[in-house]
């Protein structure tokens, strides 16, 4: 018997060997619900109320290219279908490209392992469907507080043997997928059209996207080269630290700031990172706030690799202040855990009175500059 099975496993090798590799373009539409208001408000609650929610929820469409033994990935969010992410899938390998900053990673999906397993799956026959005129068989994979079910539809081509794809399940497509949580959230999934491939490069595409310009920019400066690399905090005197300007080719010092503002407010923020693009919302309010000999606002970006993207982001988002590049030598000064977003508050004696992050602190930020609370 154990023979047989083992041919059988042969065999069945062998033909997807032979097998003419799928290539197509799959569109999916997805959908994230609750169950109920009281689970929708608790969840927006949890992660920094809705301007971050909006940020950090599914996308809403997601695009496969299929091609050989890879898959490109397209993620757009939000109503306006905004591309934001690619993947690229290779087997063994998950990369993630950063469509804002240009950065790339490694990256993984962080399904729930039971989930990524076929065996794991039982025959949910009642609910076959017909999917973009396709036969589906569904199935169901459940844990104690969540389950997983899917559609799969067969294929004649060889599906690439992808990492972490999640697009196709046993050789065959999966055309929906549907996950539920017990916090009473519900993902869904589903196959809107399928395409013929167009003619396209992966690595043109990535190499577009990631290709850095502005490295130079993060490098050191000459004038901080004195500086020691001692952590600030809060009390002690803040250094005249130099940096490079986003807006402009030339250098800035942070006492040009100070000397002609009673207070300044450095920001380490990138594109990249999500908490920070919600928290300009809150720093454009503090800024309509107060004029120019009251508050002075440097952002200070990390991390990036595209100017042009750089640019973008302060245009689109209207953050109409200083912007320079954050070097080592700062970050090692003002942010050496690299939290990021980052404030620090400084007065016109160059003294730190407040080191935090602005989803929490910009209320007393707002509160020294008005002079209602002392820091003393």
Not at 71 to 76: A, E, G, Q, S, T
Not at 101 to 123: A, C, E, L, P, Q
Request: with cysteine; charged share 30%; proline share 2%.
């Amino acid at each position: 018997m154990k023979c047989l099975l083992t041919l059988a496993t042969l065999v069945l090798v062998l033909q997807l060997q032979a097998q003419k590799q799928y290539n197509a373009s799959i569109t999916y539409a997805r959908k994230t619900s609750f169950e109920n208001k009281a689970d929708s408000i608790k969840y927006v609650n949890m992660n920094y109320g809705t301007d971050f929610l909006d940020m950090i929820m599914r996308p809403v469409k997601e695009k496969y290219l299929v091609k050989d033994d890879s898959i490109l990935i397209y993620y757009y969010y939000r109503a306006e279908e905004v591309l934001k992410e690619l993947e690229l899938s290779t087997k063994g390998k998950l990369q993630r490209i950063d469509m804002v900053s240009g950065g790339i990673m490694d990256w993984k999906d962080y399904s729930i392992k039971k989930y990524k397993k076929f065996n794991s799956y039982k025959r949910l026959k009642s609910e076959d469907e017909t999917i973009l005129g396709r036969k589906c068989s569904a199935w169901i994979s459940k844990r104690k507080n969540s389950w997983r079910k899917i559609w799969l539809a067969d294929v004649d081509e060889k599906l690439p043997d992808t990492k972490d794809s999640q697009i196709s399940m046993n050789n065959q497509l999966i055309l929906k997928q549907v996950s539920f949580f017990k916090n009473g959230q519900r993902r869904e999934k589903r196959a809107v059209s399928i395409e013929e491939l167009p003619d396209i490069n992966f690595s043109e595409i990535i190499k577009k996207n990631t290709e850095a310009d502005i490295k130079w920019k993060y490098e050191p400066i000459p004038e901080n080269k004195e500086l020691n690399d001692v952590v600030i905090k809060v009390g002690e005197l803040a250094p005249d630290v130099y940096y490079r300007e986003v807006l402009g080719e030339g250098k800035k010092h942070l006492y040009e700031s100070t000397q002609k503002s009673k207070y300044t407010m450095m920001e380490f923020w990138g594109t990249w990172c999500m908490p920070c693009l919600a928290a300009t919302v809150k720093i454009k309010a503090l800024r309509k706030k107060f004029n120019q000999e009251e508050l002075s606002i440097i952002s200070l970006n990390s991390r990036d690799k595209i100017e042009s993207k750089i640019k973008g982001v302060i245009k689109k988002k209207g953050m109409n202040w200083q912007h320079g590049y954050a070097t080592d030598k700062l970050i090692s000064i003002f942010n050496d855990n690299r939290t990021y977003p980052r404030v620090v508050l400084i007065d016109q004696n160059n003294k730190v009175l407040l080191i935090g992050n602005p989803h929490k602190d910009i209320e007393e930020i707002e509160q020294i500059i008005r002079g209602e609370l002392s820091t003393k």
